[in-house]
C-alpha cells in the first residue's frame, strides 16, 4: 500500500496519545507511510523522565517543566481523570484486557518506523530542549510540516 497518514498531536492527555498511537500503529501495520507532528501539550509524550534539564532555561520554564507530565506514563486523562483515580482504573482495565500500555504503543510506533516532528517553535515556547525528548524526534518547523501533510493522503489532528 502507497498510501501516507500525518498525524498532528496536539494533546497531552494519555487516552488522546492512545488514539493517536494506536492509529499510527495500525496504519504501519497495513504498510503505510506515517508521520506524527507533536506540537505544545502534544510534545509531552515524547518527554524522556530521565533526561530532565534545567540548565540553560528560564525560571518560567524550569517551572513549566517541573509542572507538566515527565513522559508518557504520567499524561492525564482528558476526562474522568478525577486526580489521576480515573486514569488508575483506565490502566487497571486495559491489564486486564490485555492492552499494551502508551509506553509500549511509542515503543511500537518507533520500532516500526513512525516519523516523529517535534515543532521547534512550541519545543521553545514551553521550554524543551530536544535532548528531553525520545532520540527519534525531528525537531522542524510548522511549514516543513505542512510539506509533509500535503502529500498525505489522510491528515487527522488529536
Known amino acids: 500500500m502507497d498510501k501516507k497518514l500525518s498525524l498532528i498531536m496536539f494533546s497531552g492527555e494519555y487516552d488522546k496519545a492512545l488514539a493517536g498511537l494506536i492509529l499510527a500503529n495500525s496504519a504501519k501495520e497495513l504498510g503505510m507511510e506515517v508521520s506524527m507532528f507533536f506540537a505544545f501539550w502534544g510534545l509531552l509524550l515524547l518527554r524522556d523522565p530521565d533526561k530532565i534539564i ?21 499524561l492525564p ?9 480515573g486514569k488508575k482504573m483506565l490502566e ?10 502508551l509506553s509500549k504503543f511509542l515503543e511500537g510506533a518507533v520500532k516500526k518506523g513512525v516519523k516523529f516532528y517535534g515543532c521547534k517553535l512550541s519545543m521553545e515556547v514551553m521550554g524543551l530542549k530536544k ?3 525520545i532520540p527519534e524526534l525531528e525537531v522542524i518547523e ?3 510540516y505542512l510539506k509533509d501533510a ?3 493522503d489522510i491528515q487527522l489532528f488529536i
Open 131 to 133: 535532548e528531553e525528548l
Open 77 to 85: 486523562l482528558s476526562n474522568m481523570n478525577f486526580s489521576g483515580f
Open 150 to 152: 500535503i502529500e498525505s
Open 142 to 144: 510548522a511549514k516543513d
Open 54 to 74: 534545567n540548565g540553560g532555561k528560564s525560571s518560567l520554564e524550569k517551572l513549566m517543566g517541573a509542572m507538566t507530565p515527565k513522559g508518557p506514563e504520567e
Open 92 to 101: 487497571v482495565m486495559m491489564k486486564e484486557d490485555g492492552t499494551p500500555t
